[in-house]
């Protein structure tokens, strides 16, 4: 069975940091790219990050590029969402999600989009982040 747990949710204030972790089990970790996702109240869930193990590449929304890092430890079969200079608009829940290979954002390979959900095979049961001003 694939199970997907987000760890590290928190509140902080402006500016403060939070690192989100994502243990993955019940699959083979370097077959499948690990993406984040997040959805405030009363909004769509919008993609944040996603590593592509498969490409060894890194994708970043617009939002948070500069201020979050994501990275994977193959050995601990996680992977990390570091996030930096947290502002109240990145307040949501936060969701891992793992998709079988091959995802990109066009530029370099031919891969399915990594910023949509659909393209996602399994996902975690998400972890709160609250961000105060």
């Known amino acids: 069975e694939v199970q997907l747990v987000e760890f590290g949710g928190g509140s902080v204030q402006t500016g403060g940091s939070l690192r989100l972790s994502c243990k993955a089990s019940?699959?083979?970790?370097?077959?499948?790219?690990i993406g984040w996702f997040r959805q405030a109240p009363g909004k769509e869930r919008e993609a944040v990050s996603c590593i592509s193990h498969t490409y060894r590449e890194t994708h970043y929304a617009d939002s948070v590029k500069g201020r979050f890092a994501i990275s994977s430890d193959n050995a601990e079969t996680t992977v990390y969402l570091q996030m930096n200079n947290l502002k109240p608009e990145d307040t949501g829940v936060y969701y891992c999600a793992a998709s079988f290979g091959g995802l990109s954002d066009g530029s370099r390979h031919y891969g399915s989009p990594w910023y949509r959900a659909v393209e996602y095979d399994y996902w975690g049961q998400g972890t709160q982040v609250t961000v105060s001003s």
């Open positions: 019940g699959l083979t970790f370097d077959d499948y790219d």
